[in-house]
């Protein structure tokens, strides 16, 4: 491979690793837990703010079937927005970070309530072909000296 195929290869490979967390933030807010859960490899790690430390994709159904989702009932869905990925590929491995901003809503009134600022600090890898999430934290606030 030359020089002009690999640098082409590695952009296919941000541009598709921006497509997976793109669906995946999407699918958190369609509620579409099936979806968001295919996005992780089977030995993943999910640290999402006070809902803390789930190990293995096996963990993920109970996170977010049960506890995310108990957030999202009534006429109320929060909304979920990933902005400014800085994204490195190295092979099969990729690291990047996003902003996030979710928008609380009352579940009674379906109305905005607060925003919330955070950072997803992410380990993807390839797997047969497709990238995954590997490892993800949410971190809030962020700035973490807020």
């Known amino acids: 491979m030359n020089d ?3 640098r082409l290869k590695k952009l296919e490979d941000i541009q ?3 497509d997976l967390h793109r669906e995946y933030v999407y699918w958190v807010n369609n509620c579409e837990w099936d979806k968001v859960i295919e996005c992780f490899t089977e030995d993943c790690s999910v640290n999402i703010g ?3 430390l789930r190990n293995g994709k096996d963990s993920l159904p109970k996170l977010f079937k049960e506890d995310i989702a108990h957030n999202n009932k009534g006429k109320g869905r929060d909304g979920h927005f990933a902005i400014m ?3 490195t ?3 099969d491995k990729a690291k990047g970070h996003w902003l996030m901003y979710i928008m609380i809503s009352d579940p009674k009134t379906g109305k905005a ?3 919330a600022i ?3 600090d992410v380990e993807y890898a390839r797997l047969n072909g497709n990238w995954k999430i590997h490892n993800i934290i949410w971190a809030s606030p962020w700035p973490a000296n807020l």
């Open 4 to 6: 002009y195929e690999k």
């Open 16 to 18: 598709a690793i921006k």
């Open 50 to 52: 006070s809902w803390g």
């Open 85 to 87: 990925p800085v994204i």
């Open 89 to 91: 590929v190295d092979g």
């Open 113 to 115: 309530l607060k925003w």
């Open 118 to 120: 955070g950072r997803h």
